[in-house]
């Protein structure tokens, strides 16, 4: 049996329940496995109330998503990790949220710390009360070995976690990352929904990619409900998500460059993010893009005389940014330190499934806007933004190229927007398909943002899945860290700069 | 050395003049609801019933915003049928008490008040504040960390986030207290030394946000620690953080 036994499905599309092939435990692992071999990804693996667990496997290269699901006999199966190492925190994840033990996983712990909704055990036998990271870590022991301790309250303005590294002087030779402090329930809030509030649990899931969460929310809801949005609006959206991505980048570049003791880009960078963030904010009041999208349209739309305003903005944002970038990749002080720091191989970044930023700076050729386009990125495509060596410098110079490609689409985009009417006002969707599956793909300015809905025989969410690329990528910052100096650790994490929360939801 | 010298005269001196002026806003900016109850139909609870956070109460007065749980979004002012309620670009949102959180029409709004003169002996010249994320999105954690750039330059008000809870005088918190961060969140704030205070920032952390309904999170900051500065937002702008932070300082007058 190999993934051909699964169902193709187009990002965003909708499929009956009962059009998704249920195939027995050993066919659907033996159908993951083999897709993954011949070079898918494992975009989702999830389970659902009764003993159900679906898979999403995207092939990449051939664009399109595969789908398929099984029913569990009992609350046990044989674990996939020991041969697709992508399935790790998956596997992890289905056993804490349903109580099914995915049997020989290898690293088999908790990952957010709270106990299974349904009426099974926690299978580690933990209660209400268990705290997060409050279990046995990796240890290397060793003369001269010693453990370093990091979180969950870090010394800067950022979110918590826990990083425990096994080290011997100033080499790591391990570092295992204890997450699960930001957890506030999406996934259990959305149950049932769409509620009034889900639309904001969304946008909240990272919060600083409101628009990608945002946007993927929505194209599971129009999709459901069988609506599809002008092209324009979608090109209102793109403008959206390029704003973000731009202003995230030049965010992280400054910080990048902070990192490494270079303080003319680091604070300039700090300034002319902001510049970005208030380009997001004149069209909806809001610097992180709050409220800005809604299932069926635009909360705030951007018309043409906002669109002409813009403009000239745009282009001062971009003149500034290119001046302060170029700085950095003029200092080889810096250079040095990024291309030392933090490499990733790109056989690994398969392994376990990387995506967004630190895959394509292993080479990795993948981007959701331009395999499994979506809205504006149909009509006018981006171009995967490359690099190859995989280490500090690879993200930066990635980042980099992106932001030229997003200030691209962007002027095009306002070009084009200050020349057409804005839509008229849209209504409540109508009610979303009984029994249905739908799969919603973003590629936020992390990587990509995957969206799962399955509905009950009255429209609502039986199952709603949200996907982080944090949660493919935090492994990928252990692994980059391997034989490093514990002192390149920030440069190292920053590099990737993972969320938190959206590891958390 | 020359390329950044001539980048550094081109990119210019950019710290914002606040807070002798203001800077200017962007116009689909939400700052403090305006109500007016006059223009309410008999029986109408369209706002009310639109509010994804149930933070509008129908009071004896009319609609009550209860700004420890807007989000700041838009939904209200556009269901209702007569443009009684209306976002204004007012900033200043901030204030000391919970009760002074909500909005009541035809009453003044009670800003934040400057600390007692014996913590402002102590504080006021130089505040060093821990930044404590209990489960916050990173959006306030962003918003928060904008105020040390040299736009704002957090700085020359001798204001500073500090690394460590015992080189602080004071936590700023993010986040609904998740129940995962409410004991780590406990150790920080026993780990300052005293005299302290509490600054709660975003609507996470004045009352759960657009979590305040689940169970894994606590309700806001104030379930936990007590709170001297509230500042509503989702998530605040930044100059709505530091004209809290200012008026906290007594550093600012209406």
């Known amino acids: 049996m190999s993934s051909q036994a699964m169902r193709v499905i187009l990002n965003g599309q909708t499929l009956l329940l009962g059009e998704v092939p249920e195939l027995p435990i050993q066919a659907f692992r033996d159908a993951i496995l083999e897709g993954t071999r011949s070079g898918a990804r494992l975009a989702c693996l999830c389970a659902a109330s009764d003993l159900r667990l679906f898979a999403v496997l995207a092939g990449d290269a051939e664009k399109c998503l595969r789908v398929a699901w099984t029913r569990l006999d009992g609350p046990r199966y044989p674990a996939l990790t020991p041969e697709c190492p992508q399935a790790h925190l998956f596997e992890r994840e289905i056993a804490e949220q349903f109580g099914i033990i995915p049997e020989g996983h290898p690293w088999f712990k908790p990952v957010r710390y709270h106990l299974p909704w349904s009426d099974q055990p926690s299978p580690w036998g933990r209660d209400a009360n268990s705290l997060p990271a409050v279990m046995d870590f990796f240890k290397v022991s060793g003369e001269e070995v010693h453990e370093v301790s990091v979180g969950p309250v870090h010394a800067g303005v950022i979110e918590p976690g826990h990083f425990r590294f096994q080290c011997h002087g100033e080499t790591v030779f391990h570092l295992e990352i204890a997450l699960g402090f930001q957890h506030r329930g999406i996934e259990r809030a959305l149950l049932g929904g769409p509620h009034p509030l889900s639309l904001k649990q969304a946008e909240t899931a990272s919060g600083d990619s409101s628009i990608a969460h945002a946007w993927a929310y929505c194209r599971i809801l129009e999709s459901l409900a069988g609506v599809e949005v002008s092209s324009r609006t979608d090109r209102v959206r793109g403008v959206a998500l390029e704003l973000e991505r731009a202003a995230n980048h030049v965010g992280d570049l400054g910080a990048l460059s902070g990192d490494a003791g270079f303080l003319p880009t680091a604070s300039y960078c700090g300034r002319i993010r902001g510049d970005w963030l208030n380009l997001s904010a004149e069209v909806c009041g809001s610097r992180l893009g709050r409220d800005w999208l809604k299932p069926g349209g635009l909360h705030q739309d951007l018309g043409p005389v906002m669109a002409t305003h813009l403009g000239p903005r745009l282009a001062q944002a971009w003149t500034d940014t290119k001046d302060a970038v170029e700085l950095l990749w003029g200092a080889a002080s810096v250079m040095i330190r990024f291309e030392v720091a933090g490499r990733l191989e790109a056989t690994q970044a398969r392994e376990i499934g990387l995506v967004g930023i630190p895959a394509r700076a292993c080479g990795i050729n993948v981007d959701v806007r331009k395999d499994h386009p979506y809205g504006p990125y149909r009509d006018h495509p981006i171009k995967a933004s490359l690099a190859e060596s995989g280490n500090v410098h690879a993200r930066a110079w990635v980042r980099w190229l992106e932001l030229i490609e997003s200030q691209r689409f962007l002027a095009d985009s306002l070009g084009a927007l200050a020349g057409s009417d804005p839509d008229p006002r849209v209504g409540p969707l109508p009610s979303l398909a009984a029994d249905s599956l739908c799969v919603s793909l973003t590629e936020g300015w992390r990587g990509e943002v995957l969206h799962l809905a399955l509905t009950d025989g009255q429209g609502r969410f039986a199952r709603y899945k949200i996907v982080d690329p944090s949660f493919h990528n935090w492994f990928g910052v252990a692994l980059a860290m391997r034989g490093e100096q514990i002192s390149d650790f920030p440069l190292c994490n920053k590099s990737f700069n993972l969320s938190y929360c959206g590891h958390d939801l | ?254």
């Open chain 2, 1 to 254: 050395m020359m390329h950044i010298l001539l980048s550094r005269w081109r990119q210019g001196h950019r710290t914002l003049p606040y807070p002798k002026e203001l800077p200017t806003l962007p116009r689909r900016f939400r700052g403090l609801p305006k109500i007016q109850a006059e223009k309410c139909p008999e029986g109408c609870r369209v706002c009310a019933e639109v509010c994804p956070t149930e933070a509008i109460h129908l009071g004896a007065k009319g609609p009550e915003v209860n700004l420890g749980r807007c989000l700041f979004c838009p939904d209200c002012s556009e269901a209702c049928p007569e443009g009684a309620i209306e976002y204004t670009q007012d900033h200043c949102l901030s204030v000391s008490s919970s009760e002074d959180l909500i909005v009541i029409p035809g009453e003044a709004f009670r800003r934040a008040e400057a600390m007692g003169a014996e913590l402002k002996r102590v504080l006021g010249r130089s505040l060093k504040l821990r930044v404590v994320s209990a489960g916050g999105c990173n959006g306030c954690e962003v918003d928060v960390n904008v105020l040390g750039t040299l736009s704002w330059d957090l700085g020359r008000f001798g204001i500073q986030f500090v690394a460590s809870p015992r080189h602080a005088d004071g936590l700023l918190i993010t986040g609904p207290v998740t129940r995962h961060m409410e004991l780590a969140l406990r150790k920080t704030y026993d780990a300052v030394p005293h005299p302290k205070i509490v600054i709660a920032v975003g609507a996470c952390a004045l009352q759960g946000g657009p979590f305040f309904r689940q169970d894994e999170q606590l309700g806001g900051v104030s379930k936990v620690l007590p709170v001297d500065l509230f500042v509503p937002g989702c998530p605040p702008h930044p100059l709505t953080i530091l004209d809290g932070l200012l008026r906290l300082l007594g550093r600012l007058k209406d």
